[in-house]
């Protein structure tokens, strides 16, 4: 019985912040401390110059590339950019930059 | 672009990529610790770019991915220096330029003076010259303390001097002493005379014997205070010591002045079009690049200099010029009377202003014109009433008259 509330408890969680429990505990700690959550939960922190500059740091892989669409792999989710004429400006572990003419920013959880 | 220039001395390749999943290749790669940029889509192909080092380790991806990739550009330093191998005297002559460049210096190429008002730089930079700061001076063999103490030493005027050479750069800093004050010799005997010709408006006299009173003319060189003190008059006189004579006389003196005033004058008038050139100074001979050889008639040469060198401690050499050329045509312009009448009375004021002893006060000024052919003849006279009196020492006339 209590058992099923617990999973209830944490389904609802999971459900709102999409979160397991570790990271919902994680998550509760950060705001309190007001730690920045890219460091601490590993999420994705995603830079936008206008539409034709984006960087995305904390990122696990590339998914997808061509000239209308790339596809990173995020802790967050697959991030779908959408544009014309996108290139890959630098990739190192951590870090992918993309310019071009960026018309979509999608999380595809 | 710091990063692009670092890049480009260590070395890139182009690469393009072709398999199934390109991205799996570069996930790969990246997760080896690899840098890639400027990746971009080639249709069938992935182009993108990676640093040398991370070429060799790019063999394990592709083995693994199953993709393929070729190199379709080299870039950077150790590309040229293979592509230069074989040409022995490139590096010998890079080489030179380093050495040529060390060489040069250890050289002054510059001498600045700062800190002086009252002195001129050109004497200051003449002294040092002769003593060897100069332009084109090895850096070592300038004594920089005992050319200090001996400028300090020549003119009277340095309370401080400090020569430091930064780079190519020697900075004179001067310390100017204060202006000194006129010391007066009050035990020394003298006599006031007219250093010019007037009528005698005043006379104070502190020191001394009056010569002279209010109403008499005298010339210049006459004895208005007179050192020496008398008791007594005529036969009886008899002379009890000799003072230094202190005395406030003033004359009314007249002041001619004869100029002409012509009725025209040229004067330019800029058409706004102009020319620019340019020439090196390279060790003091001038080259030119351009040179125009049907300028205009009449303009003027305005001249911008630069002196090239590395930042502001390492001056070189060279000297860039930027001349620009401004056209103008010459018109003249005709005075009426009234203007010309205008004009004199400009010109004297200046005169006065200029020539005429600050206490001097103008009582009046008689301005006469003659017109002639091209303008006018003026005459004018100027009366003033100021002081007359001139301090001459006795010692000094018993001097003269003893030669």
Known sequence: ?109 | MILNIWQNIKGYVVIEVTGFSVERFVNLAVHKGLYIWDVSYEGASVRMKVTIKGFKALKDCARKTGCRYKIVEKHGAPFTMHKFRKRKLFPLGILAFVALLYYLSGFVWLVEVEGNERLESALILEFLGERGLAAGERRRSVDRQNLAREASAYFDDISFINIGIRGTKATVSIAETLPREEIIDKSRPCDIIARGDGIITSVFVSRGTPMVREGDVVLRGDVLVSGTLVVGEGDEAVIIGQTHSIAQVRARQYYEMNFNISRTETRKNFTGRTRRSFSLNILNKELNFLRYSNLYENYDRITDRRQLGFGANYPLPIIFLHHTYKEFETYEITRSLEEMRELTLMTITNRIIREFDFDADVIEKIVEYEQINYGLRVMATVITNENIGEVRYLDEVEDMSSQ
């Open chain 1, 1 to 109: 019985m209590i058992k099923q509330k617990k999973q209830a408890a944490n389904a609802s969680t999971n459900l709102n912040l999409n979160l397991n429990p570790k990271q919902a505990i994680s998550q509760k700690i950060t705001s309190a401390l007001e730690l920045p959550k890219e460091v601490v939960m590993n999420l994705p922190l995603i830079t936008l110059i206008g539409n034709e500059d984006m960087t995305v740091e904390n990122f696990k892989g590339v998914l997808e590339y061509s000239e209308e669409r790339v596809r990173i792999n995020t802790t967050a989710g697959i991030v779908r950019v959408e544009g014309k004429k996108l290139l890959l400006k630098q990739i190192t572990a951590d870090n992918i930059g993309i310019v071009g003419n960026i018309m979509k920013v999608e999380f595809l959880v």
